[in-house]
């Protein structure tokens, strides 16, 4: 009798352990760095297999309507881990070696998790600060392990003119230097550097306590770099060996989730932080819409994002309602049982658009993309109406090639209202026929700017 006593008082544990447990489901956000949208199937028919991407979209949900407000490196980072517009927190364009970076006053999402009983891990590029206060430690991370910078911040690459060509490029490993200047040899690595952080703790946490791992892949950025068995797997070139270790990374990293058990109870997305950098050719990937990274068009600021939660999401669905990554701090946290207040990010939770209930709305009105300090453009948040303010933009005239960077010239844009449902690739300027949704957005934009025209956050 008193083994079954005992039997029961232990099945009724494990049952309310299980239940706490699915209360606070682990994060791993993978986030690329300058990939394009068609880089994989079955966003994009790339001439190369990516069967790991695949199976991620099949076992979870490919949204296609994606956006980030800022096409740059550090603006697109600081926006999704804040929550916040590039013009409140500070951080616009790509932060250089040495400058302080994002603000500790704006929380990111690690530290949020770890306030809340999380082991937090990052592995892979930073760039959001380079000086101690900024780092990735000091950000609430448990572990890190990475470059401070973009990987073509360094010596070795001849097209690095920002006053830094002679200047080392260090790789950082829980807060110190563990190699004081990379080698071409070493960036070959940094794919699986990053891979084999992650799975090794995932493996670690896994049955400890709930977990958000942050995996900021270097690549496909500029300069290109893949270990010496993915060179030629692909047949496609440098860029396809770059995606397809990529492809095993993610296949990895799925791999480490089922066998430690936490599959099910796991939220795993997969995005870029911006569109191609069209300017090195065949060293860049390829988007069916207009532009590049760098703007405000679609082929700047849409990305590919799969997302694979078992416990919430039907698999092998394809949502296609708009929704921004300033979005994914709130929702990430609600899901996790966190509570932020809504002053303190510029997202919204949108998990059940995301999850896609019957009848879900959007809880923002406009969406804001800008470059720099420019705001460049508003859109309604259904993202049918996209109203394109006058600005000028890189535009390229002649791409590179083999890792040489091709021409640009300076383009401008007048007034333009695009409907993103029927004119994704922004072709044909609406404005002067819906005057009436052209002045709506006008008004956002500025009420926009209004409210983030201090240089400092009132």
């Known amino acids: 009798m008193i083994s079954r006593f005992l039997i029961l008082i232990c099945f009724v544990l494990s049952a309310i352990g299980g239940a706490n447990a699915a209360g606070k489901p682990n994060v791993v956000l993978m986030f690329l760095d300058d990939a394009a949208y068609s ?48 013009h409140r ?16 006053k704006h929380p990111i999402m690690a530290e949020t998790f770890k306030q809340h009983g999380y082991a937090t891990a990052h ?12 780092r990735p430690m000091a950000r609430g991370f448990d572990e890190s392990a ?8 360094w010596r070795h690459n001849p097209a690095w003119k920002q006053g830094r ?20 040899d070493d960036q070959k690595h940094l794919t699986a550097w990053a891979t084999e952080g992650a799975t090794r703790f995932i493996r670690a946490q896994a049955n400890k306590q709930p977990f958000f791992l942050y995996v900021a892949h270097s690549m496909p950025h500029v300069p290109l770099f893949c270990r010496d068995e993915f060179k030629g797997k692909s047949g496609a070139g440098l860029y396809g060996d770059v995606i397809t270790e990529i492809d095993w990374s993610v296949g990895e990293i799925m791999t480490a989730l089922r066998e430690t058990g936490v599959e099910n109870n796991t ?34 600021i849409r990305s590919a994002l799969t997302v694979k939660f078992p416990r919430e999401l039907k ?12 979005d994914l701090y709130p929702t990430l946290a609600a899901l996790a049982g966190v509570t932020l207040r809504e002053q303190d990010t510029d997202g919204r939770n949108i998990w059940p658009l995301m999850r896609g209930d019957q009848g879900a709305k959007n809880p923002h009105r406009h969406y804001f993309f800008s470059t720099g300090w420019n705001l460049e453009a508003a859109m309604t948040s259904d993202g049918k109406w996209k109203l394109h303010l006058p600005h000028e933009y890189r535009d390229v005239v002649r791409p590179g090639h083999d890792g ?39 008004e956002a934009a500025a009420a926009y700017l209004k409210k983030f025209s201090s240089a400092k956050e009132k």
């Not at 949502?319 to 990554?325: E, G, H, I």
């Not at 007034?415 to 957005?441: G, R, V, W, Y």
């Open 267 to 300: 939220i795993f997305l997969l995005t870029s932080d911006n569109g191609p950098w069209e300017e090195f050719g065949n060293h860049a990937g390829k988007t069916p819409f207009r532009e590049h990274k760098g703007t405000s068009f679609e082929g700047g």
């Open 165 to 184: 060509g002679d200047a080392p490029l260090p790789y950082w490993e829980n807060g110190t230097i563990k190699i004081a200047d990379i080698s071409p």
């Open 89 to 104: 927190n500070r951080v616009v364009n790509a932060i250089a070696p040495g400058k302080r970076g994002l603000d500790p």
């Open 39 to 86: 880089d994989f199937h079955p966003f994009g028919n790339p001439p190369y297999p990516t069967p790991n991407v695949e199976r991620l979209a099949a076992e979870g949900v490919r949204y296609t309507r994606f956006q980030v407000p800022q096409a740059v490196c550090s603006a697109s980072r600081a926006a999704l881990l804040t929550g916040r517009y590039p």
């Open 404 to 442: 040489g960077r091709g021409e640009t010239k300076t383009s401008t844009i007048e007034e333009s209202l695009f409907n993103l449902m029927d004119d994704p690739l922004e072709q044909h300027n609406l404005a002067t026929k819906h005057p009436d949704i052209t002045k709506q957005l006008r």
């Open 123 to 134: 592995f892979g590029k930073w760039h959001l600060g380079d000086v101690p206060e900024t």
């Open 146 to 153: 990475g470059l401070l910078v973009s990987n073509d911040m």
């Open 315 to 326: 698999p092998g669905t394809v949502n296609d309602r708009a929704f921004c990554s300033i």
